[in-house]
C-alpha cells in the first residue's frame, strides 16, 4: 500500500518497470516493438497495453477474482486480497488499522472497501496512486502485506498449471507478463459495482424513501453532506481535513506518516492532514470509520463529523433526531448484491 514516503513510492514504480521491461524482453516480438516503439517515441507502457490487451473480459474478470482470493501470491502463502478485503464486510477487515498482512505488523490505517473504484481517480487515503493496476502492485510487494516479489510469483503462476489456461484465455497468449496479473486483479474490482441500493431504486423512482430516510435524505444535504459525498458514489476525488483534527507541522510528524495523508504525496503544507473522500455505500458492514478507524459508530463520526465547516455551521449542533435520521439515510445505501 501507499505507506511509503512519495520517494520510495517512486522507486516501487521504477521497479515495476523494470519488471515488465525485463518481461518485455522475454518476447522476440516486443523487442522490435519496443524498439519501434521508441523511434515513434511512444512509452514502453504503451508498447506493454498494446502487446497484451484483454482478449476476453469475461475470462479477465474470472482469472483476477481467482487471483483476489489466492493466499499463494503471498511471501507466506496464507495472505490474500480477500483476507483484509473480506467481501461478507464489503472488502473490509473491521478492524481499526489492519494487522492482516504477512507479518502482522499494523499498517497503521484502516482498510478501506473497494466498491465502485472504476469511478475514482485515485487510490489510497492519500492519493498515492492514479492507476488501478499499478495500485495492485503496492500490496503485493510491500513488506507488512504480501511481501512477494514479482519473479517468485510469475514462477508460481508459471508453475501451477490451473492458471495456464485462464491466464491463456484472457489474453490469448501462452507468454505471462506482469502487467497481465495487475490488469486481470484491476478488472475484476472494477466489477465490484454498487448501484442496487434502496436509495438508487429511489433514484431511479422505482420507490418512495421510508419518512426516516427521505428526512434524512433532507439533511444529508441542508448540512452539505453532498458537497463531498456526491450521490451516487458519494466521494468527490477530492482530499479534505477534518476539522477536528489540529496538526503541528513542526517536530511532531515526519514525511510518511499516516496522519499527514495527502501532504506525503503533494509536499504542499496545505495538503497536511487531507484524504480522499470515502464512499458511503455499505457502511452497516464496514465499520470503524475514518482513515485511522478512530470512529467504531457512525454516532461518534457524526458528533465529530463534517468537516472543515465555517464558524456559523459549527454553532449550529447536529441535533439527536438530525443525526438518528442521517444514520437512517445512510443505511439506506446498503447493497449485499455486491457482497458475494
Ligand atoms: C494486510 C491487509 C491488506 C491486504 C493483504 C491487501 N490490502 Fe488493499 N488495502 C489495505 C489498506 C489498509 C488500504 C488503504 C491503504 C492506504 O490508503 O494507504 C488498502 C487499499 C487498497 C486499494 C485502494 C482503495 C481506495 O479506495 O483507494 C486497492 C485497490 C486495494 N487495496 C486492492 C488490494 C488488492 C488487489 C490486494 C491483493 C493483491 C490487496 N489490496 C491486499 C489493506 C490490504
Ligand atoms: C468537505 C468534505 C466533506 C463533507 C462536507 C463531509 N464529509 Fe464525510 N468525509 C470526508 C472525508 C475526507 C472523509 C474521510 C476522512 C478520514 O478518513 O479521516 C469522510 C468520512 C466520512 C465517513 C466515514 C466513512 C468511512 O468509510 O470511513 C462518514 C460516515 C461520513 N464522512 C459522513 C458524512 C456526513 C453524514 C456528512 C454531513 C453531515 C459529511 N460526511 C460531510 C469529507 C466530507
Given amino acids: 500500500m501507499n505507506y511509503q514516503t512519495s520517494l520510495s513510492q517512486k522507486l516501487m514504480q521504477e521497479r515495476w518497470q523494470i519488471t515488465t521491461a525485463m518481461d518485455l524482453f522475454k518476447w522476440n516480438r516486443s523487442i522490435v516493438l519496443l524498439f519501434l516503439c521508441s523511434c515513434c517515441s511512444y512509452k514502453e507502457e504503451h508498447a506493454i497495453n498494446r502487446e497484451y490487451p484483454i482478449a476476453n473480459e469475461q475470462a479477465a474478470i474470472e482469472l483476477g477474482k481467482k487471483l483476489f482470493f489466492d493466499p499463494m501470491l503471498s511471501a507466506n502463502q496464507e495472505v490474500s486480497c480477500a483476507t483484509c478485503h473480506q467481501p461478507s464486510k464489503s472488502f473490509t477487515d473491521g478492524l481499526k488499522t489492519t494487522t492482516l498482512g504477512v507479518t502482522g505488523k499494523s499498517l497503521g490505517i484502516n482498510t478501506p472497501t473497494l466498491l465502485n473504484l472504476d469511478q475514482s481517480q485515485f487510490f489510497f487515503f492519500d492519493g498515492g496512486s492514479s492507476d488501478l493496476a499499478s495500485t495492485v502492485f503496492n500490496p503485493l510487494t510491500h513488506p507488512d502485506e504480501m511481501a512477494n516479489d514479482m519473479s517468485s510469483l510469475l514462477e508460481y503462476l508459471t508453475s501451477d498449471s490451473s492458471y495456464h489456461s485462464k491466464f491463456e484465455s484472457a ?11 495487475l490488469k486481470s ?14 436509495f438508487d431504486a429511489y433514484l431511479n423512482g422505482d420507490i418512495a424513501l421510508l419518512q426516516g430516510e427521505q428526512m ?20 468527490d476525488n477530492k482530499f479534505h481535513r477534518e476539522s477536528s483534527l489540529t496538526f503541528s507541522i513542526k517536530g511532531e510528524f515526519k514525511l510518511g506518516d499516516k496522519a499527514l495523508g495527502r501532504f506525503n504525496i503533494s509536499q504542499d503544507t496545505m495538503d497536511i492532514g487531507k484524504f480522499k473522500t470515502p464512499t458511503l455505500r455499505n457502511l452497516i458492514f464496514t465499520s470503524p470509520y475514518m482513515h485511522d478507524g478512530r470512529y467504531p459508530s457512525l454516532s461518534m463520526v457524526l458528533d465529530n463529523h463534517p468537516v472543515q465547516l465555517n464558524e456559523a455551521e459549527k454553532q449550529k449542533k447536529m441535533t439527536d433526531f438530525e443525526k438518528s435520521v442521517i444514520i437512517k439515510f445512510l443505511y439506506s445505501l446498503t447493497d449485499s448484491t455486491v457482497l458475494e
Fill in 171 to 181: 489474453f490469448n497468449t501462452d507468454t505471462l507478463v506482469t502487467s497481465m496479473l
Fill in 185 to 198: 486483479i484491476a478488472r475484476y474490482i472494477e466489477t465490484l459495482q454498487s448501484s442496487n441500493s434502496r
Fill in 216 to 235: 434524512g435524505w433532507f439533511y444529508f444535504q441542508k448540512r452539505s453532506c453532498n458537497r463531498c459525498h456526491i450521490p451516487p458514489l458519494f466521494f
